[in-house]
């Protein structure tokens, strides 16, 4: 799958996207601890950033995820202003 990291978290990752291989079938949060893994400082966003898979926001639980190769998973900042 491919992984697009937005602002902040392509400032901590130090690139905008990646390929990663995860299994098929992985939970949400599962995949997150996965991306975490290959960049710790990911930890200190965490609860700040919005996942998404395939466009569709996810939360970082046990939710079951069925990916395919070539999906987009995108690691997406808080939108501010107003």
Known sequence: VEILYFAKSAEI???RSETISVPQEIKALQLWNEIETRH???ADVRNQ?????RQEYVELGD???LLHSGDEIAIIPPISGG
Do not use: R, Y
């Open 63 to 65: 939710q079951l995820l």
């Open 40 to 42: 710790p400082g990911l």
């Open 13 to 15: 990752t130090g690139v």
């Open 49 to 53: 950033v919005i996942f998404a898979v």
